[in-house]
Structure formats: structure tokens, C-alpha cells
């Protein structure tokens, strides 16, 4: 038990005095994710443009949402100036089939990791502040954004992944929409998986929204009853 906690203090170093810096980093993180996801599609536009902005913005806000060790923070800047330079270089060669899959995959890679240290944010917080509830809510986003971006990446490298769902004419959008309905097991069945590996990831998909629901919830409900048990 000794072990594990010390542990996940080398990696989570939260406490009250980093709270409001936490607190204003989440919050620029959720506003770039609220824009992606719910602002963006009503957009009628095929520039990229601004959704690598906000891409960026998601990218370099999550840098700074939990509470990282120096080597895990040094990997994931590295990591994100990577990420970085390929978005630039998918945004001036927009003709590169290959270069947009590498973009989209190291994308997902960099949001799996930051995705991680969000929710051992949450799971390592000693109390549950407000920073800690926006991190357990921007770990639900970056879930799904994550999803649909590998979703695209999938209909990218297998084109007809699926049906209804043309990703030179719709664009990221839809895949948005198609990766948060499956996650939240809405499942309309206006866009439908045509091949096994894109019904292996809804699968998933499906699973590990309401998984990490219930997981989250259980998290967030034993922080509160311990600090009603055991007051400052």
C-alpha cells in the first residue's frame, strides 16, 4: 500500500496551493474542447484551420491541466512539439494521405497519455476541489475526442469504415458526432461500422464510456464521504 502511494505521488503533486493554477488551466482546456466538439460542426466551413488551433490550444492546455513529475512532463512536451510540427506540416501539405494518418495518430497517442494523467489526477487528488471535477470532466471530453479522431484515422487508412459517413465531404465533424453518440451508448444507427475493426472500436467505444462513468463517479463519491468522515 506504502508503495503504491508513493508512487503516485512521483507522479501527481497536487495540493491546495496549486489549485487555482489547475483550476484556470482546466478551464481554458474545457473552453477549447467545448468549441471542437459543439461549435465547430455548426460551422459551415471545410477549413482545417481553426480546428488546428483549437487542437493546439487542447494539446498545450492539457500540458498543463494536472500535476505532472519533471521526466513524464519533459516526455509529454517533447511529445506535444512533435505533435505540433506534424499539424503544421498536414496543414501546408494537405495532399499527403500519409502525413494526415501520422498527424491524426500522434494526435491520438498525445491525448491517450494526457487523457491518463487527468484521471490519475482525479484518482490521486487527496481532497476534491473544483479543479479535480473539471479534470474528471475533461477527461470525459478528451475520451471522446480521442476516439473519434482514431475513428477517423481507422476511415483514413481503411476508406468505407462507415457507411453514411464520407469524410472528404462531412469532415472531422462527423466523426465527432459519431464518436460521443457511441461513447454515450446513444447509438442512432445513422452511421454504422461496416468492418471489423471499426466494430471493434465502437465496441470499445461503447464499453469504456460507461466504464469510466461508473469509475469516475465511485472515485469522486469515496473523496467526498472521506472528507465528510475525516474534516480538516
Do not use: W
Amino acid at each position: 500500500m506504502s508503495t503504491t502511494k508513493s508512487k503516485t505521488r512521483k507522479l501527481i503533486r497536487s495540493g491546495v496551493e496549486r489549485n487555482v493554477i489547475l483550476l484556470n488551466t482546466n478551464i481554458v482546456l474545457l473552453l477549447a474542447l467545448i468549441m471542437i466538439i459543439f461549435i465547430m460542426p455548426t460551422i459551415p466551413t471545410k477549413d482545417n484551420f481553426l480546428n488546428s488551433i483549437l487542437l493546439g490550444t487542447i494539446l498545450i492546455s492539457g500540458l498543463f491541466a494536472a500535476d505532472f513529475s519533471k521526466a513524464a512532463f519533459r516526455i509529454l512536451f517533447s511529445m506535444g512539439i512533435v505533435v505540433i510540427i506534424f499539424t503544421i506540416l498536414n496543414m501546408i501539405f494537405q495532399e499527403i494521405r500519409g502525413l494526415k494518418i501520422l498527424t491524426f495518430l500522434l494526435n491520438t497517442l498525445f491525448f491517450i497519455f494526457v487523457t491518463i494523467a487527468l484521471v490519475s489526477h482525479v484518482a490521486g487528488a487527496r481532497k476534491v476541489y473544483s479543479s479535480t471535477l473539471l479534470c474528471a470532466i475533461n477527461s470525459y471530453l478528451l475520451i471522446g475526442l480521442t476516439l473519434s479522431i482514431l475513428a477517423m484515422t481507422l476511415d483514413l487508412f481503411n476508406p468505407g469504415s462507415f457507411a453514411q459517413l464520407d469524410p472528404m465531404k462531412e469532415g472531422f465533424a462527423a466523426f465527432i458526432y459519431y464518436g460521443f453518440v457511441t461513447l454515450s451508448t446513444l447509438g442512432y444507427g445513422d452511421i454504422t461500422p461496416t468492418t471489423e475493426a471499426a466494430r471493434s472500436l465502437s465496441i470499445f467505444t461503447a464499453l469504456f464510456g460507461q466504464l469510466y462513468l461508473v469509475m469516475i463517479m465511485a472515485l469522486i463519491i469515496g473523496k467526498y464521504l472521506r472528507d465528510d468522515q475525516n474534516p480538516d
